[in-house]
């Protein structure tokens, strides 16, 4: 089942901006993803649990949260 995840992301350059892509890109179940730094917002649809896409997203460094 698709589902649309928003998540708080702190990125204040470009670099954390390729580093989401990084991640995000290799995930399973992710159909796409808009990483937006203006707003500190990146949302996810796809197949996939809130809770891991918070993991993986953890996982760059980057102060997350729902």
């Given at each position: 089942m698709s589902q649309t995840i928003v998540l708080k992301v702190a990125m204040s350059c470009q670099?954390?901006?390729g580093a989401m892509n990084r991640v995000l890109g290799k995930m399973e179940g992710v159909e796409s993803y808009d990483i937006n730094i203006d707003e500190q917002k990146v949302t996810v649809k796809g197949n996939v649990q809130p809770e891991a896409v918070f993991q993986t997203i953890s996982k760059t460094g980057k102060k997350?949260?729902?």
């Amino acid at each position: 089942m698709s589902q649309t995840i928003v998540l708080k992301v702190a990125m204040s350059c470009q670099g954390c901006v390729g580093a989401m892509n990084r991640v995000l890109g290799k995930m399973e179940g992710v159909e796409s993803y808009d990483i937006n730094i203006d707003e500190q917002k990146v949302t996810v649809k796809g197949n996939v649990q809130p809770e891991a896409v918070f993991q993986t997203i953890s996982k760059t460094g980057k102060k997350t949260s729902f």
